[in-house]
């Protein structure tokens, strides 16, 4: 098994659910691993590229602060030619 | 009027098959084969064909040595010069065409999208963490030369679609072809950002994605897939045989 497809069953079991922040729709698992000041996703399942996105907060809080993820958009560009 | 490009590195006697295939089966205007393969099996294949030598189509880690169509692509638009087609569909060899409209209903989803360049799987991923613009961030080379074909003024936009089951209009596919490839870049982020800079309109075949995937299918024939409402099929390894 290569450490690709070990680290991915590792978080399919293991990992964390990452949830679309918009949708509400699970994204696939990954092991959430914070390391000098930049945050490694081990192992993710997800079949979508994940998009960072700021998470919403009804309370306006000043000491806390969430990073969510998000599903890739879609390319809708017109034709400019 | 669709022509019909099937990329493969096959032994002969399956890309004739395989050409029997396609051209019962969706009855395309023209199919040209673009070959991979070695040039003995070349010499047996009928019909239009290309042989392909760059070492950008002949790859094994095909991410990481930032596999290229660009020459089939050039090779085949050049072949069908003299006929008259208005859109080309690039199929990869382990592509199963699975309704006999196929080139209609990619037709009819183009027009109803405007959309010049169809692929499965598109996204714009310049704010995303795909690990292919994490990859070709790390040399801005290939950034900065999109930033000098662009004619958007959003330059920093970068699209990616799968490299199978690409649909083009003939003007886009040649506008591409035209640009050539003086930066290396992985196909599957190439071709659809150099057409959105180009001021070519990017789509994605959504309802299709279900069926193209890089796992292949097991225990599903066509008409399970049908039933389902696939179009075609990706990977099945094992056709032609």
Known sequence: MNPGDLSRRVAGILGSRIV????????????????????HLIGLTCSVPLRPVAVSSQRLSYWRTSLGFAAPREPDFPNIR | MTALLLLTHEPADRVNRMIDG???????????????????????IKGKKVFVEDPRLRTNDHQREKQSYTRVLEGAVRLLADCEWDSLYLAEYDILPIVDDLFERLREHA???????????????????????????????????????????????????????????????????ALGEPVAA????????????????????????????TNPFCGQDEASLAAKGAWLAHPFKSLWK
Request: proline share 3%.
């Open chain 1, 20 to 39: 679309d922040a918009n949708t509400g729709e699970v994204l696939g698992k990954a092991i959430v691993l914070p390391w000098r000041g930049r945050i």
């Open chain 2, 22 to 44: 396609w051209e019962t089966k969706t009855r395309p205007a023209h199919i040209v084969v673009a070959y991979g393969g070695s040039e003995n099996e070349f010499a047996a």
């Open chain 2, 111 to 177: 027009d109803s999208e405007k959309a010049d360049l169809l692929g499965h799987r598109a996204w714009r991923i310049d704010d995303t963490l795909h690990a292919h613009y994490s990859n070709h961030i790390a040399e801005q080379r290939w950034l900065e030369w999109i930033a000098g074909i662009s004619i958007r003024d959003d330059k920093n936009v970068v699209l990616s679609c799968l490299g199978c089951g690409q649909w083009w209009r003939r003007e886009a596919v040649e506008a591409v072809i």
């Open chain 2, 186 to 213: 992985y196909l599957e982020l190439h071709l659809p950002t150099a057409a959105h800079h180009l001021g070519f309109r990017v789509r994605g075949i959504k309802n299709q994605d279900p069926f193209v995937s």
